[in-house]
């Protein structure tokens, strides 16, 4: 019997069956303790966007870590290079001169958002606008506020009792339902929208054609704040873009992001605010009583900006939008597959392989690990792939050959 209580688990079958446990990583791949080797088709969860075993980004950190780890972010406090990372990301902001807020990972962004949304609306004198508004199959994290807005349901069974108040879920794929919402509940109630540009952990499902400018525009003209969730699709997964809201012009008016930040080097997160919204809380005699406690940690800071070095010398983001072509190319055909009911890809370098029969993507993950693939299930039987951006076609080639083989 281990000690680790693992995330997301059956225990009592980890127990059983063991872990699998991953030993070292290099580019797009992975090995066990045994010394087997895996392509890494996840990108570990959505993150390694630079690929494993960055020695330039581990001497970054050691190097900040030696000066001086971390100190606070509170208050006035601040280091060098939190100070730079934030000068940097604005440069990259969909919104030109957003304020960076930083948090730990996703959830305490998301977190960050649902607060801010509300404590925005409460100082333009409407604090009547609570209501937060989230979409069936999204995946917001796992701190109370994400768990609220999500919709995958199986996510919030076992509890009793209202995580957060003043939430509502409208259907993921119809802009609509943004609109019937507006007129049930009033725009007088609703604070904010969110939405991830691609639903990730909810299975991998792209945005119907012209869906996102609708909802945003839907906002805009109702004083509804958008949040677009970039924590999976920020910093390249889309494609061609350091976010899906610069690819599609959407302007969110806060932004939440993590993951790619820092490829998973070290655990950051950071909320891209638009200048409207900060404008309240820098005009002085302001406060917003939030913050983390590593929130831009400095160490932490000094890997962001390690793998931000490595994306623009290396021009990741064409990488990215060359796999969403390739990955498009080499797994749309599975889905001729009689095992397999669909196939979604051809946005961003993520797609998934959507299994006819749901039960059957659990005991599959197994499978394809014997024929040196590590993936995971997301949503309803779909099994993800979301691979670093330095995998190569042959590398793509092979995934796609391997998935095929373990379909049988
Ligand atoms: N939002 C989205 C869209 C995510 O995919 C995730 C994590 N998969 C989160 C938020 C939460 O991020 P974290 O696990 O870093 O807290």
């Not at 127990?15 to 990583?25: K, S």
């Not at 020695?55 to 900040?64: F, G, T």
């Not at 909810?202 to 109702?222: F, H, K, S, T």
Request: glycine content about 12%.
């Amino acid at each position: 019997m281990g000690s680790l209580w693992h995330g997301f688990a059956d225990m009592g079958a980890v127990e059983r069956d063991g872990a699998f446990v991953l030993a070292r990583g290099e580019g797009a791949y992975v090995w066990d303790e045994d010394g087997t080797r895996y392509l890494d088709a996840t990108g570990g969860l959505w993150f390694a966007n630079v690929g494993h075993g960055r020695r330039e980004i581990a001497d970054a950190v050691a190097a900040q870590l030696t000066r001086v780890a971390h100190y606070s972010n509170f208050g006035d406090l601040a280091a060098p290079v939190t100070r730079e990372l934030a000068e940097r990301l604005a440069a990259l902001a969909p919104v030109p001169g957003s304020k960076i807020f930083f948090t730990s990972g996703g959830s305490d962004g998301v977190d960050t958002a649902a607060k801010l949304a509300r404590r925005y609306w409460q100082e333009m004198g409407r604090p009547e606008k609570t209501i937060l508004v989230g979409r069936q199959k999204a995946y917001h994290g796992m701190h109370v506020g994400g768990t609220s807005l999500a919709g995958i349901p199986v996510n919030g069974e076992g509890y009793t009792g209202v995580f957060m108040p003043d939430t509502r879920t409208i259907e993921w794929d119809q802009a609509k339902a943004l609109t019937a919402l507006i007129e049930e509940i009033g725009a007088e109630r609703i604070a904010a929208f969110f939405a991830e540009p691609i639903i990730g952990a909810g299975g991998v499902y792209l945005p119907p054609e012209g869906y996102l400018a609708e909802v945003r525009q839907i906002c805009r003209d109702n004083d509804i704040l958008f949040v677009a969730d970039e924590v999976v699709t920020g910093f390249g997964r889309i494609g061609g873009s350091w976010f899906a809201s610069s690819r599609f012009g959407l302007e969110p008016d806060l932004m939440t992001t993590a993951k790619g930040l820092t490829s998973g080097y070290v655990p950051m997160g950071a909320v891209f605010i638009a200048p409207h919204i900060a404008e309240p809380f820098f005009a002085g005699g302001v406060w917003w009583r939030h913050g983390y406690t590593y929130g831009g940690h400095a160490g932490a800071a000094a890997a962001a900006m390690a793998n931000l070095d490595i994306f623009e010398r290396e021009n990741l983001l064409d990488a990215s939008k060359n796999l969403e072509s390739l990955l498009h190319q080499y797994f749309s055909p599975l889905a001729e597959h009689p095992r397999v009911a669909e196939v979604r890809s051809g946005l961003g370098a993520v797609a998934a392989v959507q299994l006819a029969d749901p039960a059957e993507a659990l005991p599959f993950v197994k499978t394809l690990r014997t024929h040196g693939i590590s993936t995971r299930a997301a949503g309803q039987g779909a099994l993800q792939i979301s691979p670093s951006f330095v995998m190569t076609e042959p590398q793509v080639a092979d995934m796609a050959a391997r998935f095929t083989k373990a379909l049988g």
